[in-house]
């Protein structure tokens, strides 16, 4: 079973803070990861998505990923009570014919004002 | 938002019955994907349409069943529905289906089976 798995949290940060949410993955042909947020009751929004090795920054949000670790993680500076959501680790498989999304159970992120 | 539209945002089914959700998906995008998230995990493929064909399913029996239309809206089709089938239906449409492509979520159907 190819799984993403991510810190289960909750995870609790003061506003201002950097929040940092992690997820390690199993299926080495996944070549694809995306971040997505998710308020409650409503669907998934995509924050961010990386390729390569390395970070890539988005203004308040970097993710980072490291294949040879098979980890990926996403950063969250001057974090502010907006922010306050799940956050969903994604990876995509580069094999096949079938490009689905592979998702951790998320994160639950809070921010305090 | 995505542009992605889904219908209806709420339904309510009795177990054994059949139920239909809809999804029209972004201008320009010609791929669909369906997922299921129960209440605390992550969303659960079920299956994509590519260009009106089935590009691969998920770990979902026969009874979940779709369809996409040449306009790239899709249907997703649930019979004989089970009380563990409440769930939020989400529908994400892709402007490709490649590894790099990113799929974009619509609101959300929210199911529950009584």
């Known amino acids: 079973q190819k799984e993403v798995e991510q810190n289960s949290g909750p995870l609790s940060v003061p506003e201002g803070a950097i929040a940092s949410l992690n997820c390690t993955y199993s299926?080495?042909?996944?070549?694809?990861f995306f971040w997505y947020r998710q308020y409650s009751g409503k669907s998934p929004e995509l924050i961010m998505f990386?390729?390569?090795?390395g970070d890539k920054e988005d203004g308040r949000f970097t993710a980072q990923l490291n294949k040879a670790s098979q980890y990926v993680s996403l950063l969250i500076r001057d974090s502010q009570p907006s922010d306050s959501a799940t956050y969903l680790c994604a990876g995509k498989n580069s094999g096949g014919s079938n490009y689905k999304l592979t998702f951790g159970k998320g994160t639950l992120l809070t921010v305090n004002p | 938002e995505t542009g992605v539209t889904q219908s209806p945002t709420h339904l309510i089914k009795t177990r054994g019955q059949q139920v239909t959700l809809r999804c029209s998906s972004q201008s320009g995008h010609n791929t669909v994907s369906w997922y299921q998230q129960a209440l605390g995990q992550g969303p659960q493929f079920i299956f994509q349409y590519y260009r009106e064909e089935e590009n691969g399913r998920g770990n979902f029996p026969p009874r979940f069943s779709g369809l996409q239309f040449p306009n790239y809206s899709s249907e997703l089709n649930v019979n004989a529905l089970e009380l563990d089938d409440s769930a939020l239906y989400l529908c994400a449409s892709s402007l490709v289906a490649s590894g790099r492509d990113t799929q974009y979520f619509g609101p959300g159907t929210r199911l529950t089976v009584l």
């Open positions: 299926d080495r042909g996944s070549q694809s």
């Open positions: 990386i390729y390569s090795n």
